[in-house]
């Protein structure tokens, strides 16, 4: 398996800044994937992260929006920019273990927008 | 279009009992199928996979039960109890075209009785 870590857990933030979340994963990965999951609600895929690559997003999704970075094989950041309040989701990161099928998720980031 | 379709929404079982969790999906290239597990306020947790060249897999007091034919597959619990009462979702990936990316249903809220 997979030990994943994010940061913030939680952030309460104010219409119009950006916030970015941090994913740490304790191995290296080639494929990691952030979700966005609104409360009660299934799992919606943003962006897939290749490191090495350019992000490739979902429908729906825009790069302006959700910046993503994918610096190393163990490291990615989501950025939620110009946020409104129907951004308030929790955000979830995800690696593809390598040589496997098994996809693990991070404990996720829960963000209010107020 | 949802590419995999989860039910029921909600399922509340006396302690002891059997959970009987249904997914059905239509992409044949689908080649992948995993459980969750997701406690409030947590990330979804890796419970249990299959792969289509098998028709069950057992871990534990979990088991899944793949029918290809029908293009159906679900997930048993025997003997519930109170510590499995989460929401469990199934999944769906096809590796060779999508890379690991995996399809959700809607999600099963679990509860049971003590």
């Known amino acids: 398996s997979a030990v994943i870590s994010q940061k913030p857990s939680r952030d309460i933030c104010q219409r119009g800044t950006s916030l970015t979340i941090q994913c740490q994963v304790d191995?290296?990965?080639?494929?990691m994937f952030w979700y966005r999951q609104q409360p009660g609600q299934s799992l919606t895929l943003i962006a897939t992260?290749?490191?090495?690559?350019?992000?490739?997003?979902e429908s729906g999704f825009v790069i302006d929006k959700f910046p993503i970075s994918r610096p190393n094989l163990t490291f990615s950041t989501l950025t939620v920019s110009n946020m409104s309040p129907e951004d308030s989701s929790i955000y979830l990161c995800?690696?593809?273990?390598?040589?496997?099928?098994?996809?693990?998720f991070g404990p996720g980031t829960r963000l209010t927008v107020t | 279009q949802q590419q995999v379709k989860q039910s029921p929404q909600s399922l509340i079982v006396q302690k002891g009992g059997i959970s009987i969790i249904n997914c059905a999906y239509e992409?044949?290239?689908?080649?992948?199928f995993p459980w969750y597990q997701q406690f409030p306020g947590k990330g979804p947790a890796l419970l249990i996979a299959?792969?289509?060249?098998?028709s069950e897999k057992k871990e534990g007091r979990f088991t899944i039960s793949f029918n290809k034919s029908a293009k159906q597959f679900s997930l048993h619990i025997m003997d519930s109890q109170p510590g499995d009462s989460a929401t469990y979702f199934c999944?769906?990936?096809?590796?060779?075209?999508?890379?690991?990316?995996?399809?959700f249903g809607r999600g099963t809220q679990l509860t049971v009785w003590p």
């Open positions: 995800s690696v593809l273990l390598q040589g496997t099928y098994e996809q693990y």
């Open positions: 191995s290296q990965v080639t494929m």
């Open positions: 992260a290749n490191q090495g690559s350019e992000a490739t997003y």
């Open positions: 992409n044949t290239a689908f080649d992948y």
């Open positions: 299959i792969r289509p060249d098998v």
């Open positions: 999944a769906a990936s096809d590796r060779g075209s999508t890379l690991g990316r995996l399809y």
